[in-house]
T-cell receptor, first 113, second 113 residues
Framework: GNSVTQMEGPVTLSEEAFLTINCTYTATGYPSLFWYVQYPGEGLQLLLKATKADDKGSNKGFEATYRKETTSFHLEKGSVQVSDSAVYFCALSDQTGANNLFFGTGTRLTVIP | NAGVMQNPRHLVRRRGQEARLRCSPMKGHSHVYWYRQLPEEGLKFMVYLQKENIIDESGMPKERFSAEFPKEGPSILRIQQVVRGDSAAYFC???????????FGPGTRLLVL
């Protein structure tokens, strides 16, 4: 079956620190992988995605590389800002049927000045 | 281009009442997905619809819940005889095609008293 395991939070970092949020997956077939971000009181926004092995998704200084050999899609940012404080969700879509997304449980990030 | 619209943003119901949640997809999108987010949890897929058709309702509770996406108008998620356990955030997403990226609305936060 399909599942996503995500690093548990909460994560608290100082501004300009390096961020890694781990995500591993189990999937049938060849999934597409996503990171979504949820700011307080809002819906999910697509942060980045990768559709095949070795692809790197990037946006707003965040990056994640689709690693088929380790079934991982870890999110990284070199220097976080206070405005990055949010909940981050890793997700996959198995592309073989209805395209529904399978989400991890989310990681809450708080960046302090 | 307006994003995915959901209304109401907040909905309060007493046990036994009905809740109707509306979702208007992005312009040009004919695929709609509903997800539920319980407090401090990730999103769980409920149902996937195309215009006038339910494609996959494997995540939908068997009783009290129904969804539709008529030829004209928004998609509706209907919860009959609500119970306290239905309190959650309900998110709608839309996509242009079956394997295209999903874009999320701001969600409807349902509180059952």
């Amino acid at each position: 079956g399909n599942s996503v395991t995500q690093m548990e939070g909460p994560v608290t970092l100082s501004e300009e620190a390096f961020l890694t949020i781990n995500c591993t997956y189990t999937a049938t077939g060849y999934p597409s992988l996503f990171w979504y971000v949820q700011y307080p009181g809002e819906g999910l926004q697509l942060l980045l995605k990768a559709t095949k092995a070795d692809d790197k998704g990037s946006n707003k200084g965040f990056e994640a590389t689709y690693r088929k050999e380790t079934t991982s899609f870890h999110l990284e940012k070199g220097s976080v800002q206070v405005s990055d404080s949010a909940v981050y969700f890793c997700a996959l879509s198995d592309q073989t049927g209805a395209n529904n997304l399978f989400f991890g449980t989310g990681t809450r990030l708080t960046v302090i000045p | 281009n307006a994003g995915v619209m959901q209304n109401p943003r907040h909905l309060v119901r007493r046990r036994g009442q009905e809740a109707r949640l509306r979702c208007s997809p992005m312009k040009g999108h004919s695929h709609v997905y509903w997800y539920r987010q319980l407090p401090e949890e990730g999103l769980k897929f409920m149902v996937y619809l195309q215009k006038e058709n339910i494609i996959d309702e494997s995540g939908m509770p068997k009783e009290r819940f129904s969804a539709e996406f008529p030829k004209e108008g928004p998609s509706i998620l209907r919860i009959q005889q609500v119970v306290r356990g239905d309190s959650a955030a309900y998110f709608c997403a839309s996509s242009q095609g079956a394997v295209e990226t999903q874009y999320f609305g701001p969600g409807t936060r349902l509180l059952v008293l």
